[in-house]
T-cell receptor, first 116, second 115 residues
Framework: EAAVTQSPRSKVAVTGGKVTLSCHQT?????MYWYRQDTGHGLRLIHY???????EKGDIPDGYKASRPSQENFSLILELASLSQTAVYFC???????????????FGAGTRLSVL | AQRVTQVQPTGSSQWGEEVTLDCSYE???????IFWYRQLFSGEMVFLIY??????QNQRSGRYSVVFQKSFKSISLVISASQPEDSGTYFC????????????FGAGTKLSVKP
């Protein structure tokens, strides 16, 4: 069974502080993603990676950095957290290629971040 | 710019009814895939079904099927014999090769199935 584990599950941060969200997958997948979910916006892509030591910007990368030190681990870093970054953050992984279920996303349980 | 649109923010049905949820998308690619996911009330995201652009046959998986209208760039998820356990938020997502297949999601449709 594919597994994606996020930590922490919830966090309260102060404005201007640094926040690191971690994601670990045991799926042997090449692709990993970070999304944020806000009411009415669905899931929006922040950063993604298709190989270790490389990350790509998604649609809303401003204010976020990403790190992929290994195939299994993908972190999202908020250097200076702001109120507008309060949201639920989802990590996901998927396999490469075009066909079959390999591009199906396997999601973590999400991290609820509140910036005060 | 919004690439995936789900115009129904909410939907409802009665137990046993067929439910149709709509999604439209923008793409200039020939090869792409549309995925449907359901978010449970716990927040968990569950994969339901996907449609590849090159397949003219509507995909089916259990009680889920899609109506793929490629020329209109629209796709509907059809849930047959809906049950209260089907309640949740349904998302469609577009995956394009030019974007490294990174899926983009619609805003979702929150479905309530009444007993």
């Amino acid at each position: 069974e594919a597994a994606v584990t996020q930590s922490p599950r919830s966090k309260v941060a102060v404005t201007g502080g640094k926040v690191t969200l971690s994601c670990h997958q045991t799926n042997n997948h090449d692709y990993m993603y970070w999304y944020r979910q806000d009411t009415g916006h669905g899931l929006r892509l922040i950063h993604y990676s298709y190989v270790a030591d490389s990350t790509e910007k998604g649609d809303i990368p401003d204010g976020y950095k990403a790190s992929r030190p290994s195939q299994e681990n993908f972190s999202l870093i908020l250097e200076l957290a702001s109120l507008s970054q309060t949201a639920v953050y989802f990590c996901a992984s998927s396999g490469p290629g075009l066909g079959g279920s390999q591009n199906t996303l396997y999601f973590g349980a999400g991290t609820r971040l509140s910036v005060l | 710019a919004q690439r995936v649109t789900q115009v129904q923010p909410t939907g409802s049905s009665q137990w046993g009814e067929e439910v149709t949820l709509d999604c439209s998308y923008e793409t200039s690619e020939y090869f792409y895939r549309i995925f449907w996911y359901r978010q449970l009330f716990s927040g968990e995201m569950v994969f339901l079904i996907y449609q590849p652009s090159f397949d003219t046959q509507n995909q089916r998986s259990g009680r889920y099927s899609v109506v793929f209208q490629k020329s209109f760039k629209s796709i509907s998820l059809v849930i047959s014999a809906s049950q209260p356990e089907d309640s949740g938020t349904y998302f469609c997502a577009l995956s394009e090769l030019r974007n490294n297949n990174a899926p983009r999601f619609g805003a979702g449709t929150k479905l309530s199935v009444k007993p």
